[in-house]
């Protein structure tokens, strides 16, 4: 008699590599923590898809109303992994088209969610990472945080997070930030408005948390329009941003109960 067990499909063995993504909701609150530490989260093209297609996930979903990004380790983000760049010359084109719609595409993400987003930072944010975290609805740092733009001591030009960077920064300091890759300490970031709270390390996550709550208890409608409208008036000349807050207005008055 033939062994049963012989014909059966084998099972496949666990992955043993970690998610370079990690997701977990805590209520209507969907958390997405960076999880390469060993190599400060910085973003190669594995974490960032995943990222990517995280955010559109938590975007889709009628029970998430808020999300907090955060990440793993030392850190918060290293910015690009330049060990990829070996790989992303002249001599493969597509690859490095590819690379940067990725990049430009997940970076611009945060801003068009429907939904909040709030980054908490402790350690570094570089280059990328820092475009995550002021790119971001708000933002809270650790006392130990520090972010910036030091893309030029490696001649390369911080091109995918330049137009996040003049948005949120006076074009002097932006300037200055991008040409010389000067660093932002966590008071710094607080003095310029660019962080919402500094707090302290132990306390980062759990503020971070309390705004995400607070966001997923108002009427999600209301908060969607709210986002879309801010950044919508923002890129408009004062009479269309009017008219669009005039439109709004008139819409909102479905949203209440």
């Known amino acids: 008699m033939p062994d049963p067990t012989a014909l059966a499909d084998p099972v496949p063995a666990p992955d043993p590599r970690p998610s370079v993504l990690l997701s977990d909701d805590d209520g209507a609150v969907r958390i997405l923590r960076l999880n390469r530490p060993d190599k ?10 995943a990222l990517h297609a995280a955010l559109h996930s938590a975007d889709a979903d009628p029970s998430v109303r808020a999300v907090l990004l955060t990440g793993e380790g030392r850190g918060f983000c290293a910015g690009a992994d330049l060990k990829e760049f070996a790989h992303l010359t002249p001599t493969d084109q597509p690859a490095v088209i590819r690379r940067a719609k990725l990049t430009a595409d997940t970076q611009a993400l945060l801003r068009r969610l429907s939904k909040p987003v709030v980054s908490v930072v402790h350690g570094a944010a570089i280059g990328g990472g820092a475009g995550l975290a002021l790119g971001s609805d708000m933002l809270v740092v650790a006392d130990d945080a520090t972010l910036g733009y ?6 390369i030009v911080p091109a995918l997070v330049m137009t996040g960077l003049q948005r949120q920064i006076g074009t002097k300091l932006a300037f200055e930030l991008i040409s010389t890759g000067r660093i932002l300490t966590a008071s710094e970031l607080g003095e310029i408005g660019l962080a919402n709270r500094v707090v302290t390390p132990q306390d980062a996550f759990a503020v971070g948390l309390d705004i995400a709550h607070q966001w997923a208890a108002q009427n999600p409608l209301a908060l969607a329009a709210i986002k879309e409208l801010f950044y919508r008036v923002a890129d408009l000349p004062y009479d269309a941003a009017m008219r669009a807050g005039q439109d709004v207005n008139t819409i909102m008055r479905g949203f209440r109960s």
């Open 40 to 49: 400060r989260n910085a973003l190669d093209t594995a974490l960032t898809e």
């Open 150 to 155: 030091p893309e030029i001591k490696h001649s």
